[in-house]
């Protein structure tokens, strides 16, 4: 898994930081996105949708958010 600390990064670098480890990522291993900002939820999801990857996210203490990004499993 692929973690990217975005601890302390307003937007739009999370999602820029995203996009080039999609872009790096050759073997399509989830990947695991920090914040500490809301708003960077919405633009993951928006490029999760566009990619058609999954994305799931979390609250894991208040104010801190785990968004995990994978492939969509085949059917």
């Known amino acids: 898994m692929i973690e990217l600390d975005c601890l302390g990064d307003m937007c739009p ?3 820029m930081r ?5 872009e790096e ?3 399509g291993q989830p990947i695991l996105l920090i914040t500490d900002h809301s708003c960077v939820m919405a633009s993951i ?3 999760c949708k566009k990619q058609k990857l999954q994305c799931a996210s979390k609250e894991v203490i208040n104010g801190v958010w785990e968004i995990k990004i994978s492939p969509k499993p085949k059917n």
């Open 45 to 47: 999801q928006a490029i």
């Open 25 to 27: 990522d050759k073997t």
């Open 13 to 15: 670098i999370p999602a």
């Open 18 to 22: 995203l996009q080039k480890a999609l």
